[in-house]
Structures are given as C-alpha cells and as structure tokens.
C-alpha cells in the first residue's frame, strides 16, 4: 500500500473516531460501507426528496433529489445556519436575495450561502432529477 493511500485512510478513520466521540454518531459501521450517491433514487418525482446521509452535533449532510420542483413563488429561504451545497447531476437556477441574475449550477459547481443568506431555487432541470449533496452547519 503506497503511504499516501495508507494515510489517507488513518486520517478517514480517525476523523470517524473523532465525530464518533464528540459529536453523538452512534453507528460507525455504516461509514465504512461503500455506498453509491446516485443509487437508491426515489421513484416519487413529484416531489422533492431529503435524504440524510450522515448527522451530529455540528453538522447534517444531505442528498436531495429534485425533479423539476422549485420555490413558490415569493418564498425564501432563511436559515439559521450556513449551508453548503454541491450539485452532483442536473442543473437548477439559484437566486440570492440582492442579485440581479439567477445562479445557474451544473454539475461540480458548489456555493456556500451563510446563515440568514435569503436564497430561493427558481427551478430545476425538468426532465429527470437534480440531485445536491448539501452540508448543514450547526451553532
């Protein structure tokens, strides 16, 4: 095993190990398992779907499928925290309170919006799914 491989690991487990111990992760064995992000897709596309992926005291990471959904119309969103998101494959329309132009993300393109940024998804690729990994701050 060449040392960068074997480091990358040690430093795996031992961010698990860490979470595992200050941040309230119960089960650490399904962190270990390979799994696929783009496997198990709802077959309900007419909605939007949630789907925690890994939580704790500090954080929640999240995959959400869309399928063609978005905001209604005049409604923001508000958190209480920042947020991170990531689009994996699709695309949607992205528009941050004070900007003129609507975001458009492809896939790899990735923002952070801080708490209490007002932001809205003005749409969503229409045919099959857009799906996000999004990573909720805590505190």
Known sequence: MARSQG?????????????????????????????????????????????????????????????????????????DHGEWVLLLKGSAGLLIEGEEEVRELMPGDYLYLPAHRRHRVEWTQPEGETIWLALHGRG
């Not at 595992?20 to 309900?44: R, T, W, Y």
Request: one cysteine or more; glycine letters at 6%; proline letters at 1%.
């Open 7 to 79: 480091l990358r690991i040690c430093a795996r487990q031992a961010l698990c190990y860490i979470l595992s111990k200050h941040n309230g992760i119960e089960d650490m064995d399904g962190l270990f398992n390979k799994q696929n992000i783009f496997a198990c897709l709802p077959v309900d596309v007419g909605r939007e779907h949630f789907e925690t992926l890994l939580e704790c005291a500090d954080f929640k990471l999240e995959r959400i499928f869309s399928y063609g959904q978005a905001a209604t119309e005049g409604e923001w969103y508000d958190q």
